[in-house]
Nanobody, 113 residues
Framework: QVQLVESGGGLVQPGGSLRLSCAAS????????MSWFRQAPGKERELVAS??????DYASAVKGRFTISRDNAKNTVYLQMNSLKAEDTAVYFC????????WGQGTQVTVSS
């Protein structure tokens, strides 16, 4: 049974940091491209960051503030988020992609004073 379970979301003040984790099971994690997406209320889901064969890519809105990484031994992908802004408030989802796609259930990140 495939599972992607996100954790680490919460409420943080502007300028703060959070580290999201996505624990995977039920598939060969190391062979999959992993990504983080986010969806704010009333907006479409958007790509935040991806990591494929060690190569990372970021949306322009988060470049220099967010870092995606993975630990294949732990079947986990991370998103380190620094210098958070109110506009980063969203539900964050991880996605695994190879020949098919798997999605997690999401974790809420709220940036507010």
């Amino acid at each position: 049974q495939v599972q992607l379970v996100e954790s680490g979301g919460g409420l943080v003040q502007p300028g703060g940091s959070l580290r999201l984790s996505c624990a995977a099971s039920g598939f060969t994690f190391s062979t999959y491209s992993m990504s983080w997406f986010r969806q704010a209320p009333g907006k479409e889901r958007e790509l935040v960051a991806s990591i494929t064969n060690g190569i990372t890519d970021y949306a322009s809105a988060v470049k220099g503030r967010f870092t995606i990484s993975r630990d294949n031994a732990k079947n986990t992908v991370y998103l380190q988020m620094n210098s958070l802004k109110a506009e980063d408030t969203a539900v964050y989802f991880c996605k695994a992609r190879l020949w098919t796609e798997y999605w997690g259930q999401g974790t809420q990140v709220t940036v507010s004073s």
